[in-house]
């Protein structure tokens, strides 16, 4: 009777994991949500002794170093995640960035729940105003800021990636040196917390970038590999007016560029680019490095003659279960 | 010098060292067989307990007794970021497999990393011989 055909129009897909097109969205997503985590969980009023032994431009240098940080985060979890969300190939990327924009949610709060624990309300309110005022940081973010609204996928996993992996570190070494003084320990386990989501964002958006770049044409390769580097040299020179600007007053500004440039070969690593800083700027203080991962381990590195208690290990017959991870 | 295997994913990170090493080498693809002595290079991939470190291909590569009795070091890569974690899978499998942890490195290595792997691999595999039976 009805002789009118409906019309056609795509349906709305529901996401099935158990038909995954690409293997890293899955594995992403079970390491970021294996490793969730809240700031409720560190107990932060422990560093209350530690933090009332800094001095009071160390205290002011504390606050706006996790200002700055914080604006990074609320910058990644409001725009950045959520800006490569329409570029996502597979639905399950889509769903691995709901997970990095919430996680970056959770960092950016994580600071206030440090300042709420260790500071007073006017040192609090200083130091966001300060981040309002300071032009090197509102720099940083316009930079970013600038190629989440672009049109280019690709270069907007540039971007979010020197984000991840690059422009957090000149604030993230501060926490590193207390924890190196045995001071704010605390604050140091949930900074290693935020760290450690931060290697899986950059590699899987590094991931997703590779991805990307082999799908167009060699000479776009070469323009957005160029993009890459222009970008992290324009970063660069805002990274070290700012480390200068906060670092100058406690003497570290020359300490704090080594992690800068350690961290910027990592980030252009992500990327599946060679890295930029040659070894002679970037030799991090051990102190900064052994904060950086405690406990794991130097003794076990044979090649590089460390490993002197180092006794090699009589093969035992291993049974197939045993590797039943 | 004998021989070096390793695994890379899609990041395409260990591909990239190996590369640079210029050394010949096995990539652990499917059904992997090796029939001389070895160095394994492989990433880590730990969670925030350490778990899952070993990539899966290289566990089922290692299940394989006769791989795994000609296994003799490893060097394993990772990302200091992930603390005491950090390269985990090379501390795992030396301990399973009663081989030494030879060398660590993040991502794709610096050109340091590159110089210290092939100098340390060719000491490595003297030493090797001279204590062989």
């Not at chain 1, 180092?310 to 045993?322: L, M, P, Q, R, S």
């Amino acid at each position: 009777m009805n002789a009118q055909s409906p019309v056609r129009r795509t349906p709305t897909r529901a996401i099935n994991w158990n038909r995954v097109q690409d293997e890293t969205d899955l594995t992403v997503w079970n390491r970021l949500t294996s490793n969730f985590w809240l700031p409720e969980k560190v107990p932060l009023s422990n560093d209350i002794p530690s933090w009332a032994t800094l001095t009071d431009y160390e205290r002011q240098l504390t606050i706006r170093v996790f200002t700055g940080l914080t604006m990074l985060d609320t910058v990644q979890a409001s725009v950045g995640a959520v800006s490569m969300m329409p570029d996502a190939v597979t639905p399950h990327e889509e769903a691995v960035l709901t997970n990095i924009a919430f996680m970056e949610a959770v960092h950016a709060r994580s600071y206030s729940s440090i300042f709420s624990t260790l500071c007073s309300t006017q040192e609090i309110d200083e130091a966001f105003r300060w981040s309002e005022e300071n032009t090197h940081l509102q720099k940083k973010a316009d930079l970013i800021l600038k190629h989440y609204k672009a049109a280019d996928p690709l270069r907007r996993k540039v971007a979010s990636c020197f984000l991840e992996s690059f422009m957090f570190y000149s604030g993230f070494y501060l926490p590193m040196h207390w924890s190196s003084r045995a001071k704010l320990t605390n604050t140091a386990d949930l900074i290693r917390l935020i760290i450690r989501d931060e290697a899986v964002h950059g590699y899987y958006i590094g991931y997703k970038f590779q991805r990307g770049l082999e799908r167009v044409s060699e000479a776009e390769r070469a323009a957005v590999k160029d993009f890459a580097f222009s970008l992290m040299f324009e970063l660069y020179e805002v990274e070290e007016a700012y480390t200068e600007e906060l670092y100058d007053g406690v003497g570290l500004s020359e300490d704090v560029k080594k992690f800068l440039h350690y961290n910027a070969n990592k980030a252009l690593m992500n990327l599946g680019y060679e890295a930029l800083f040659p070894a002679s700027v970037t030799d991090v203080n051990p102190a900064i490095l052994a904060a950086l991962s405690p406990n794991s381990d130097e003794n076990h590195d044979f090649f590089s003659g460390s490993g002197s208690s180092y006794v090699i290990g009589k093969a035992v017959a291993t049974e197939d279960e045993d590797w039943d991870f | 010098m004998a021989g070096l295997v390793y695994y890379s994913s899609g990041s395409g990170n260990t591909q990239r060292f190996v590369d640079r090493l210029g050394l010949p080498a096995t990539r652990i693809l499917g059904e992997t067989r090796v029939t001389e002595p070895y160095v394994l290079i492989t990433p880590s991939y730990s969670d925030g307990l350490g778990n899952g470190a070993v990539a899966k291909p290289v566990i089922r590569f290692l299940n394989d007794p006769a791989n795994r009795c000609l296994l003799r070091g490893v060097i394993a890569s990772g990302n200091r970021n992930f603390g005491e974690y950090f390269a985990h899978a090379g501390k795992i499998i030396a301990a399973k497999c009663g081989v030494p942890v030879l060398y660590r490195f993040e991502l794709s290595g610096t050109d340091e990393d590159v110089a210290r792997v092939r100098q340390g691999l060719e000491t490595f595999w003297t030493r090797q011989r001279s204590i062989a039976p």
